[in-house]
Every structure is written in C-alpha cells, then in structure tokens.
C-alpha cells in the first residue's frame, strides 16, 4: 500500500485507493488523474492484481478419505 499526500496523483489501471479527508473515509478512488488538498486530504492506494503462490501438498483428514499422489486423486469412503 502506498500514500498520497500531494496535490496531483495517478492511480493505474490495476490500482484503487481510498480518500481520507482529515484521517476520516471520504470515498473510493478509480484509476486516473486526480486532485486533492494537500494535507487534508490523503489518498491510500492498493494494487487489486490476483497474486499467486505456491502451496505444498499437505494431507487432509475428512469423513471421506483422499488419496494424492502424482495428479492423480482416488476416493475412499470410511465405513
């Protein structure tokens, strides 16, 4: 997250922000051009693109058991 405190900002495509107006919310900011008061007001902006990560396999216990190994899955249900 990054702060605004000037008078003139631009916000990306990929980015939105939150405008405060003397440490209180004030209204949603969209991608573009903008102006503020500097000082008074102060825009937070937050980068919306998807992250990915990678996850280890881990096991799971559930009522129904599932075996993983290799990108294959079988099922096995507990009596």
Known sequence: M???YGPIYTLRPFERGIQETLGKYTRFVM???GFQIPFIHV???RDI???TMDIHP???ITSVTV???GGRC???RKN
């Open 49 to 51: 693109r998807e992250h």
């Open 2 to 4: 990054r702060t605004i």
């Open 74 to 76: 079988s099922l096995k």
């Open 43 to 45: 825009i937070r902006i």
């Open 31 to 33: 991608p573009g051009l």
């Open 67 to 69: 075996a993983q190994s």
């Open 58 to 60: 881990q096991s799971v």
